[in-house]
Every structure is written in C-alpha cells, then in structure tokens.
C-alpha cells in the first residue's frame, strides 16, 4: 500500500522560506515521477512542481519558477520542496503525488498521479 506523508508546512512571513517534505514508502520510489501540487480556499487544485524518477528532469510553474525547488533523495524515499521568496499568494494546502506508471513523466497533468498525500497546510502573512 502506498502511502505518502507531507510535512513542514506552517505559517511564515511574506519573503520568508519554508521547506516541505514528503516520505514515500510502499513501492520502489526511484522507479517514479513526484510531483507537488496546491489547493488555495476557493481554488482548485493547481500542478507546482515535478520531478522524474531520476531527478534529472524537472518543471515548474510559472509562479513559483525562480523561487521554488524540487528535489528528491531515492535513498530516503522522500522528495522536498524548498520555497524561498515566499508570498501571501502562496498560501495554501500543499500536496505531494506520485505517478501512478513507472517511468513516466506526467509533469502537470493530474490525473496520471495514482497517490497522494494528506496534504501540509503552509500560510504565509504579509
């Protein structure tokens, strides 16, 4: 059973940084693509970040692009999320997914993530 568990969120000042983590466990992670995605109140849920199994490739949103990074670490089972620059525009419930096929790159599109974490709530005043 795959499970996926977020943490690091918390509230911070505009201009601040926080970094999330997410630990993976139940499949062999290095066979996967990660991603971090984002719900805002009133908002759906929109793509933030991914990475490939390898960490080679990775693509960002243009909103965090510059202020955000992704990395993983397949030793761990965990991929991280540094966000730097924050700002109040960030706030939101921040959700780490998994592909749902190995080797695959699915990069902004939702539906190709299987799993997903319970989300960390991260809030950033101004």
């Known amino acids: 059973q795959v499970q996926l568990v977020e943490s690091g969120g918390g509230l911070v000042q505009a201009g601040g940084s926080l970094r999330l983590s997410c630990a993976a466990s139940g499949r062999t992670f290095s066979m996967y693509a990660m991603a971090w995605f984002r719900q805002a109140p009133g908002k759906e849920r929109e793509f933030v970040a991914s990475?490939?199994?390898?960490?080679?490739?990775?693509n960002y949103a243009d909103s965090v692009k510059g202020r955000f990074t992704i990395s993983r670490d397949n030793a761990k089972n965990t991929v991280y999320l540094q966000m730097n620059s924050l700002k109040p525009e960030d706030t939101a419930v921040y959700y780490c997914?998994?592909?749902?096929?190995?080797?695959?790159?699915?990069?902004?599109?939702?539906?190709?993530?299987?799993?997903w974490g319970q989300g960390t709530q991260v809030t950033v005043s101004s």
């Open positions: 997914a998994q592909a749902g096929s190995s080797y695959d790159f699915p990069g902004v599109t939702q539906y190709k993530y299987a799993y």
């Open positions: 990475i490939s199994w390898s960490g080679a490739n990775k």
